[in-house]
């Protein structure tokens, strides 16, 4: 009795410590999200996929929206529409020229994102997880940038 009793309990501290930030899983090269990349900062989520033609062509600006971001508490992150994982996923980021973080797990249920069927789509996130913006259609590194601007005051 006693045996099974603690067992229960390990297993409730487990379960308690586990909700402790959010787990994003792996990136486009298999290294773990951490969680505080993503909870307390603001969030450029951009769902792609290789078939979408505006998809490629707003990559680079994507890329250079990232490297602009750099040490503002802002980040750009992928989603690939179609869910690829592993050396497909990575493959397909490597085609497009993707040089910002792309999560293998889609981030949709953490930030209760709306489902787009029209792609491309961008998702502007606050520090506190809440969904700001939501920019269909190919977007620009400078809007994209006013845009964020604009909401966090």
Do not use: H
């Not at 249920?109 to 809440?130: H, N, Q, W």
Request: proline share 3%; net charge neutral.
């Amino acid at each position: 009795m006693a045996r099974r009793l603690l067992a229960a309990l390990a297993m409730m501290g487990a379960l308690l410590l586990s909700g402790c930030g959010n787990d994003y899983g792996v990136d486009q090269n298999g290294r773990k999200v951490a969680s505080e990349r993503l909870d307390k900062q603001w969030k450029v989520v951009n769902y792609w996929a290789e078939w979408c033609g505006p998809c490629r062509t707003e990559i680079p600006e994507l890329n250079k929206l990232s490297e602009q971001l750099k040490g503002q508490s802002a980040e750009v992150f992928g989603v690939n529409f179609d869910g690829l994982q592993g050396d497909d996923l990575r493959k397909a980021g490597e085609t497009l020229g993707i040089r910002f973080t792309v999560l293998a797990q889609d981030p949709a249920d953490f930030f209760d994102l709306p489902r787009s069927e029209a792609l491309p789509v961008t998702y502007i996130i606050d520090d506190k997880g809440k969904v700001r913006e939501q920019l269909m259609g190919e977007q620009t590194a400078a809007g994209v940038l006013a845009k964020l601007k604009a909401l966090r005051g």
